[in-house]
């Protein structure tokens, strides 16, 4: 019994220190993990703030090339206005020695002339002339100077009128272009009723159309037509033409967008308007002029007399005496 008890006793004793062990284990496994993660968050955030650092760096440096430019600007700036004056310096320094020799030959001239008694004094008044002359090449100068501002300015203002004729041009053109899209879209026609409106008018001729998406060209009206591609989602289609024996594509063609073809036999363009897109199917109507170039041309050169210049007929009453 007592070997029993002390074998249970020993085994008792192992188990607490392996559940002893095993605490300790965990602990340590666990304080490893902790610190892992410590290490990893200090890492991921020196790595962003070395990331901010760099963007910082890099936009200081942008703006310190940004400012070095500036500065070279600047400096040549600096340095054509130093060039300038420096051109101009020697100018003015070439015409003031040539004043200077003028005034000091007329003071010799002036020197020399008492000498010879025989030489009258009126013959040194010459000199003041060339005085005068050699005086005179400095506001020449200014004169030309002068008359290049007034260019200048003459040339900026008709830049200006010009600019200004330019820009009321520009507004008239999109007022124009402005009512004529108005009326443009005013004419389209999106169901049959408002196109027996339009055809009541008499102003055009109106061809409605129904075309399937094949290769095959149809003749409607003046315009040969060929479905090639519709878009439900979108609403616009492609559509292929045969005008004046030339083939013509469009493509991506919205609903209701007027396509506005020239001929050669037609004094004002061919209207081309869809409508309903279907799938694989469009519906819509060509607008043509009624008139070609030719009859209002016979139109025009025909001399209609108006009804009220007719001769009345001799059995007709006379409209002021009562029948």
Do not use: C
């Not at 440096?61 to 310096?89: F, H, P």
């Not at 060339?130 to 008709?158: G, M, T």
């Not at 279907?278 to 139109?299: C, F, R, T, V």
Request: glycine content about 4%; proline content about 6%.
């Amino acid at each position: 019994m007592e070997d029993y008890r002390e074998s249970n006793h020993d085994e008792n004793g192992r188990v607490e220190m392996r559940a002893d062990a095993n605490r300790w284990l965990v602990v340590a496994v666990v304080a490893l993990f902790g610190i892992a993660a410590v290490a990893f968050a200090y890492g991921y955030h020196q790595q962003s703030v070395a990331r901010q650092l760099t963007a910082q760096a890099t936009t200081a440096n942008a703006a310190v090339n940004q400012m070095q430019g500036q500065i070279n600007a600047l400096t040549a700036k600096l340095n054509e206005l130093s060039a300038a004056q420096s051109s101009a310096q020697p100018t003015a320094a070439s015409t003031r020695p040539s004043v200077e020799s003028a005034s000091e030959s007329d003071s010799e001239m002036s020197m020399k002339a008492p000498e010879p008694a025989s030489t009258p004094v009126p013959s040194a008044k010459p000199a003041p002339a060339k005085r005068h002359v050699a005086k005179r090449r400095s506001p020449a100068v200014d004169k030309k100077y002068e008359q290049l501002q007034a260019q200048l300015a003459q040339q900026e203002k008709q830049l200006k009128e010009t600019q200004d004729e330019v820009a009321k041009d520009r507004s008239d053109l999109e007022g124009t272009i402005n009512s004529t899209r108005d009326d443009l879209n005013g004419s389209i026609a999106k169901t049959h009723d408002e196109l027996v409106a339009l055809e009541k008018r008499g102003e055009r001729s109106y061809f409605e159309f129904d075309l399937s998406k094949a290769k095959q060209f149809q003749r409607v009206g003046p315009i040969t037509l060929s479905l090639r591609k519709t878009d439900t989602k979108h609403k616009s289609y492609d559509v292929a033409m045969i005008v004046d024996d030339n083939e013509l594509q469009k493509k991506k063609v919205n609903l209701y967008e007027p396509i506005w073809i020239h001929t050669e036999t037609d004094s004002q363009p061919v209207q081309i308007v869809v409508n309903r897109i279907d799938k694989d199917a469009i519906h819509g109507y060509i607008s043509a002029p009624k008139y070609k170039p030719s009859e209002l041309a016979a139109a025009g050169s025909t001399s209609v007399t108006p009804v009220s210049a007719k001769t009345p007929p001799a059995n007709a009453p006379n409209p002021q005496q009562p029948e």
